[in-house]
């Protein structure tokens, strides 16, 4: 791609893929990456959120306690499991991330034999002998592609090692929040003022 300025031809790099997403594309993204937990954070939520305005509807004849102690144990459970999320992601990111190092490392200090390996791993794939020469050539001439198979293939962590924590906390938190407003019907209609 080129663009004129004062009559010269400048050459301009194209978009890298990933820059061009928008933010939508990276919420949706985000949200099916974060799908279990915020299953688990509604679950979670509707339980606790509904045992807690339960028990104190129960004792109270007055609908203010019974929403401020269904909002204030919404928020605490909410914090919780945020940070709960968090640290899930985070440990898995790290181990996976650990794995790939001692991946990376295994595959600098022996590369002929995991060349090998792979090229019989190949085979049980049903690749032909000329695609696997192909392919065993392609790793040899670029170790970071023969790093890619064996994290997105073989190993199936390059996902999880990439995951963000901060995006599955903060589903996390939409969820319980979410599973506040379906339990108490705080909108609107229901405030006690």
């Known amino acids: 791609m080129t663009a004129s300025t004062s009559g010269q031809h400048v050459a301009q790099a194209a978009p890298h893929p990933a820059a061009a997403k928008s933010v939508w594309q990276k919420i949706s993204e985000s949200f099916y990456a974060s799908v279990g937990d ?9 339980v606790s959120i509904f045992g807690l305005v339960f028990g104190v509807a129960a004792s109270s004849s007055s609908t203010a306690p019974v929403l401020l102690a269904g909002a204030t144990g919404a928020v605490a459970a909410a914090v919780s499991m945020m940070a709960g999320a968090f640290l899930d992601v985070e440990s898995e990111r790290g181990e996976a991330q650990a794995e790939l190092a001692t991946v990376k490392a295994r595959i600098a200090a022996h590369p002929d034999q995991e060349m090998a390996r792979i090229r019989l791993e190949l085979t049980d794939y049903g690749f032909t002998s000329e695609e696997t020469d192909t392919i065993v050539g392609a790793f040899k001439r670029s170790p970071d592609l023969m790093m890619r198979f064996e994290s997105d293939v073989e190993l199936q962590i390059s996902k999880t090692a990439n995951d963000s924590p901060v995006g599955h906390a903060i589903w996390m938190f939409v969820s319980d929040l979410f599973a506040l407003w379906s339990t108490t019907g705080l909108d609107a209609d229901s405030r006690p003022y």
């Not at 915020?38 to 509707?46: C, L, P, R």
């Open 38 to 46: 915020i299953v688990f954070g509604m679950e979670d939520g509707t």
